[in-house]
């Protein structure tokens, strides 16, 4: 009797240090994770977002970058960026980009591109107070209007290319240019951004903003053409690894994806504290 409980003594120091020690394995393995480092600018929900009073992130691409880190075992850690800075910190900082960067032929020399996830074009959006004068693209280009663009990205140089007569006015920051938007909503304001935008932006609880512009002629703007937001990395070893695993994950999740942006659309996003400079 006395030999059968010690080996049942036996047995349940033996099961309950093997225990203690997968624990602790799985702890240090945790802990040695490599890191996926995420650059994404923050300001452009329903992709990303950055709530600065619980230093999260949230939006379709937050969702991704977590689901991606989950899958390749890393742990991921996102890096506040911007528009203007986005590819130099993304070289300096960052092991991917993630969150509104639309396929460019200059970024696709730079780095590698992956697969693109969601399909989008540049659209006006203006307030619903500017709805009655603002009926088609030639409208909004008149000598009395004035289109705002935030820094970096591809909303300036698509509006400096294709504005003749308005006055394009340039602002540091995209919550800058929705400020001013919000501000002066008698105001001749317009601003060209990508459509995926433009409709989250008018969909918004009490928003003052109009989507009437998803309904003007697009493709007749010169170089307008359907664009894909894609994810980007370092044209490195470990980048080019990465984008090929993205790729991947796309492929074999795409109706993953989609519930992902579905979702990241009934999220209620943080308004970005910002001012308007005039």
């Keep these: 009797m006395q030999v059968k409980q010690i080996k049942n003594i036996k047995k349940v120091i033996f099961t309950s240090s093997?225990?203690?020690?997968?624990?602790?394995?799985?702890?240090?393995?945790?802990?040695?994770?490599?890191?996926?480092r995420v650059c994404t600018t923050g300001d452009y929900p329903p992709l990303t977002s950055y709530d600065a009073s619980?230093?999260?992130?949230?939006?379709?691409?937050?969702?991704?970058?977590?689901?991606?880190?989950?899958?390749?075992?890393?742990?991921?850690?996102?890096?506040?960026?911007?528009?203007?800075?986005?590819?130099?910190?993304?070289?300096?900082?960052?092991?991917?980009?993630?969150?509104?960067?639309s396929y460019t032929p200059e970024r696709a020399s730079m780095f590698y591109l992956s697969t693109g996830v969601l399909s989008n074009q540049k659209a006006p959006v203006f307030s619903k107070a500017n709805e009655s004068t603002f009926k088609n693209l030639a409208s909004i280009d008149q000598k009395d209007v004035t289109v705002i663009e935030n820094k970096g990205g591809t909303n300036q140089p698509f509006a400096e290319s294709y504005i003749r007569n308005a006055e394009v006015k340039i602002l540091p920051t995209n919550a800058e240019v929705y400020a001013c938007l919000n501000k002066y909503?008698?105001?001749?304001?317009?601003?060209?951004?990508?459509?995926?935008?433009?409709?989250?932006?008018?969909?918004?609880?009490?928003?003052?903003?109009?989507?009437?512009?998803?309904?003007f002629d697009l493709n007749?703007?010169?170089?307008?053409?359907?664009?894909?937001?894609?994810?980007?990395?370092?044209?490195?070893?470990?980048?080019?690894?990465?984008?090929?695993?993205?790729?991947?994950?796309?492929?074999?999740?795409?109706?993953?994806?989609?519930?992902?942006?579905?979702?990241?659309?009934?999220?209620?996003?943080?308004a970005v504290k910002a001012s308007c400079p005039f």
Excluded at 18 to 25: G, I, K, Q, R, Y
Excluded at 61 to 90: G, M, N, Y
């Design 18 to 36: 093997a225990a203690t020690a997968m624990v602790l394995f799985s702890n240090n393995a945790l802990a040695n994770q490599k890191l996926l």
């Design 185 to 215: 909503p008698q105001n001749k304001l317009v601003m060209f951004t990508d459509k995926i935008e433009v409709q989250y932006r008018a969909d918004m609880k009490d928003s003052v903003l109009s989507d009437n512009g998803l309904k």
């Design 54 to 101: 619980t230093g999260e992130y949230k939006g379709f691409a937050i969702t991704v970058a977590k689901e991606f880190a989950h899958k390749i075992q890393r742990k991921v850690e996102f890096v506040h960026s911007t528009w203007l800075t986005l590819s130099d910190d993304l070289k300096t900082k960052c092991d991917i980009a993630m969150g509104g960067i």
């Design 220 to 270: 007749s703007i010169p170089g307008n053409k359907v664009s894909q937001k894609v994810f980007m990395t370092n044209k490195t070893k470990d980048g080019k690894w990465l984008i090929k695993k993205m790729n991947s994950f796309y492929k074999h999740h795409k109706k993953d994806f989609n519930t992902w942006y579905q979702d990241a659309l009934k999220i209620q996003y943080p």
